[in-house]
Protein backbone atom coordinates (compact mmCIF):
# COMPACT_ATOMS: atom_id res chain seq x y z
CA UNK A 1 0.00 0.00 0.00
CA UNK A 2 1.43 3.52 -1.27
CA UNK A 3 0.28 6.35 0.72
CA UNK A 4 0.94 10.40 0.99
CA UNK A 5 -0.32 12.85 3.56
CA UNK A 6 -3.88 12.39 2.54
CA UNK A 7 -3.97 9.49 0.05
CA UNK A 8 -3.76 6.08 0.26
CA UNK A 9 -3.90 4.06 -2.45
CA UNK A 10 -4.47 -0.09 -1.90
CA UNK A 11 -5.04 -2.89 -3.79
CA UNK A 12 -8.74 -3.49 -5.38
CA UNK A 13 -10.91 -6.52 -5.45
CA UNK A 14 -13.91 -7.79 -7.06
CA UNK A 15 -16.03 -6.31 -3.95
CA UNK A 16 -15.23 -3.04 -5.13
CA UNK A 17 -17.13 -3.75 -8.72
CA UNK A 18 -20.00 -1.36 -7.36
CA UNK A 19 -17.54 1.49 -5.92
CA UNK A 20 -15.48 1.78 -9.23
CA UNK A 21 -18.73 1.59 -10.99
CA UNK A 22 -19.78 4.67 -8.73
CA UNK A 23 -16.79 6.59 -9.78
CA UNK A 24 -18.06 6.05 -13.44
CA UNK A 25 -21.67 7.01 -12.68
CA UNK A 26 -20.09 10.20 -11.37
CA UNK A 27 -17.97 11.22 -14.15
CA UNK A 28 -20.73 10.72 -16.33
CA UNK A 29 -23.14 13.09 -14.57
CA UNK A 30 -20.35 15.37 -14.34
CA UNK A 31 -19.75 15.54 -17.87
CA UNK A 32 -23.27 15.43 -19.05
CA UNK A 33 -24.21 18.51 -16.71
CA UNK A 34 -21.29 20.26 -19.03
CA UNK A 35 -23.08 19.21 -22.00
CA UNK A 36 -20.04 17.17 -22.74
CA UNK A 37 -21.96 13.72 -23.66
CA UNK A 38 -19.38 12.37 -26.81
CA UNK A 39 -17.54 10.38 -24.27
CA UNK A 40 -19.40 8.14 -22.33
CA UNK A 41 -22.91 9.59 -22.86
CA UNK A 42 -25.82 9.81 -20.14
CA UNK A 43 -26.46 7.02 -18.64
CA UNK A 44 -25.16 5.74 -15.33
CA UNK A 45 -22.53 2.65 -15.61
CA UNK A 46 -23.95 1.02 -12.55
CA UNK A 47 -27.53 0.90 -14.74
CA UNK A 48 -25.48 -0.69 -18.53
CA UNK A 49 -25.10 -4.23 -18.02
CA UNK A 50 -22.40 -3.54 -20.52
CA UNK A 51 -20.63 -1.34 -18.33
CA UNK A 52 -20.76 -3.28 -15.81
CA UNK A 53 -19.37 -6.75 -17.67
CA UNK A 54 -16.78 -4.42 -18.60
CA UNK A 55 -15.79 -3.15 -14.94
CA UNK A 56 -15.86 -6.79 -13.55
CA UNK A 57 -14.19 -8.36 -16.65
CA UNK A 58 -11.15 -5.90 -16.02
CA UNK A 59 -11.58 -6.16 -11.97
CA UNK A 60 -11.09 -10.10 -12.15
CA UNK A 61 -8.45 -9.93 -15.15
CA UNK A 62 -6.41 -6.75 -14.07
CA UNK A 63 -4.71 -5.66 -11.17
CA UNK A 64 -7.38 -2.78 -9.65
CA UNK A 65 -5.84 -0.22 -7.33
CA UNK A 66 -8.28 2.33 -5.22
CA UNK A 67 -6.77 5.43 -4.34
CA UNK A 68 -8.81 6.63 -0.89
CA UNK A 69 -8.21 10.49 0.40
CA UNK A 70 -8.52 11.04 3.91
CA UNK A 71 -10.10 6.71 4.27
CA UNK A 72 -12.61 7.72 1.77
CA UNK A 73 -12.69 6.25 -1.54
CA UNK A 74 -12.05 8.46 -4.51
CA UNK A 75 -10.04 7.13 -7.47
CA UNK A 76 -9.87 4.12 -9.06
CA UNK A 77 -7.64 2.23 -12.36
CA UNK A 78 -6.73 -1.05 -13.32
CA UNK A 79 -3.67 -2.49 -14.92
CA UNK A 80 -3.04 -5.62 -17.61
CA UNK A 81 -0.46 -6.88 -19.47
CA UNK A 82 -2.38 -5.75 -22.99
CA UNK A 83 -4.76 -2.70 -24.17
CA UNK A 84 -8.10 -3.45 -25.17
CA UNK A 85 -8.79 -4.89 -28.48
CA UNK A 86 -9.04 -1.54 -30.24
CA UNK A 87 -6.18 -0.97 -29.91
CA UNK A 88 -2.80 -2.89 -30.92
CA UNK A 89 -0.34 -4.44 -28.49
CA UNK A 90 2.94 -2.93 -28.45
CA UNK A 91 5.81 -5.13 -29.79
CA UNK A 92 7.57 -5.11 -25.98
CA UNK A 93 6.27 -5.95 -23.14
CA UNK A 94 3.88 -3.60 -21.25
CA UNK A 95 1.62 -2.27 -18.59
CA UNK A 96 -1.74 -1.33 -19.56
CA UNK A 97 -3.75 1.23 -17.82
CA UNK A 98 -7.45 0.71 -17.98
CA UNK A 99 -10.85 2.54 -15.96
CA UNK A 100 -9.15 5.22 -14.85
CA UNK A 101 -12.22 7.31 -13.11
CA UNK A 102 -12.79 9.21 -9.88
CA UNK A 103 -15.51 10.44 -8.09
CA UNK A 104 -15.86 14.11 -8.74
CA UNK A 105 -16.34 15.12 -5.70
CA UNK A 106 -12.33 14.41 -5.06
CA UNK A 107 -11.41 16.44 -8.46
CA UNK A 108 -8.38 18.47 -8.22
CA UNK A 109 -6.96 16.54 -4.72
CA UNK A 110 -4.52 14.64 -6.71
CA UNK A 111 -5.89 11.34 -6.52
CA UNK A 112 -5.59 10.52 -9.68
CA UNK A 113 -2.12 11.58 -10.34
CA UNK A 114 -1.29 9.64 -7.47
CA UNK A 115 -2.70 6.65 -9.46
CA UNK A 116 -0.76 7.34 -12.33
CA UNK A 117 2.44 7.50 -10.13
CA UNK A 118 1.45 4.44 -8.59
CA UNK A 119 1.06 2.65 -12.00
CA UNK A 120 4.47 3.45 -13.01
CA UNK A 121 6.16 2.39 -9.78
CA UNK A 122 4.02 -1.02 -10.23
CA UNK A 123 5.24 -1.63 -13.66
CA UNK A 124 8.91 -0.72 -12.69
CA UNK A 125 8.37 -3.14 -10.55
CA UNK A 126 7.78 -5.67 -12.33
CA UNK A 127 10.55 -5.17 -14.31
CA UNK A 128 8.55 -3.71 -17.77
CA UNK A 129 9.33 -0.31 -18.86
CA UNK A 130 6.68 0.55 -20.61
CA UNK A 131 3.09 2.03 -19.27
CA UNK A 132 0.59 2.83 -21.84
CA UNK A 133 -3.11 4.29 -21.68
CA UNK A 134 -5.58 5.35 -24.11
CA UNK A 135 -8.52 7.98 -23.70
CA UNK A 136 -11.15 9.91 -25.38
CA UNK A 137 -9.49 12.76 -27.64
CA UNK A 138 -12.35 14.61 -28.63
CA UNK A 139 -13.37 18.15 -27.94
CA UNK A 140 -11.02 20.06 -25.85
CA UNK A 141 -8.68 16.96 -25.66
CA UNK A 142 -8.41 17.90 -21.96
CA UNK A 143 -7.85 13.88 -21.44
CA UNK A 144 -4.97 14.09 -23.41
CA UNK A 145 -3.35 17.44 -21.72
CA UNK A 146 -4.32 15.41 -18.00
CA UNK A 147 -2.16 12.53 -19.29
CA UNK A 148 0.54 14.70 -20.84
CA UNK A 149 0.60 16.66 -17.70
CA UNK A 150 1.28 13.35 -15.86
CA UNK A 151 4.17 12.61 -17.59
CA UNK A 152 2.87 10.43 -20.61
CA UNK A 153 3.48 11.27 -24.76
CA UNK A 154 1.02 10.86 -27.17
CA UNK A 155 2.07 7.82 -29.30
CA UNK A 156 -0.99 7.00 -32.20
CA UNK A 157 -4.69 7.98 -32.53
CA UNK A 158 -6.98 5.80 -33.55
CA UNK A 159 -10.90 5.24 -33.50
CA UNK A 160 -13.40 3.33 -31.55
CA UNK A 161 -16.29 2.16 -33.22
CA UNK A 162 -19.75 2.29 -31.10
CA UNK A 163 -19.89 -1.74 -30.16
CA UNK A 164 -16.25 -1.16 -29.10
CA UNK A 165 -16.79 0.78 -25.62
CA UNK A 166 -19.52 1.61 -22.93
CA UNK A 167 -21.62 4.70 -23.32
CA UNK A 168 -20.75 5.82 -26.93
CA UNK A 169 -23.50 8.23 -28.20
CA UNK A 170 -21.63 8.58 -31.66
CA UNK A 171 -20.97 6.10 -34.47
CA UNK A 172 -17.57 6.18 -33.68
CA UNK A 173 -14.55 8.48 -31.29
CA UNK A 174 -11.49 10.01 -31.22
CA UNK A 175 -9.16 7.78 -29.34
CA UNK A 176 -5.67 8.42 -28.65
CA UNK A 177 -2.66 6.31 -27.20
CA UNK A 178 -0.15 7.64 -24.48
CA UNK A 179 3.37 6.32 -23.39
CA UNK A 180 4.88 6.65 -20.51
CA UNK A 181 9.06 4.98 -19.93
CA UNK A 182 9.70 4.26 -16.08
CA UNK A 183 12.86 3.59 -15.87
CA UNK A 184 13.56 0.10 -14.02
CA UNK A 185 16.38 1.12 -11.83
CA UNK A 186 14.40 3.88 -9.89
CA UNK A 187 14.48 6.59 -11.85
CA UNK A 188 12.24 7.70 -14.61
CA UNK A 189 13.66 6.51 -18.28
Not at 48 to 75: N, Q
Not at 107 to 115: D, F, M, R, T, W
Amino acid sequence: MEQSEKITIRAGKPADVPLILGMFDSGVAWLAARGRTAQWGRTPWSTDPRSVALVERYVTEGAPFIAEYEGVPAATLTLTDAPGPYVRPAAEPERYIHLLASDRRFQGLGVGSALLAHAAAETRRGGVSLLRVDCYAGGDRGLVAYYERNGFTPTESFTVGRDAWPGQTKAAWPGQVLARRVGLTGGEA
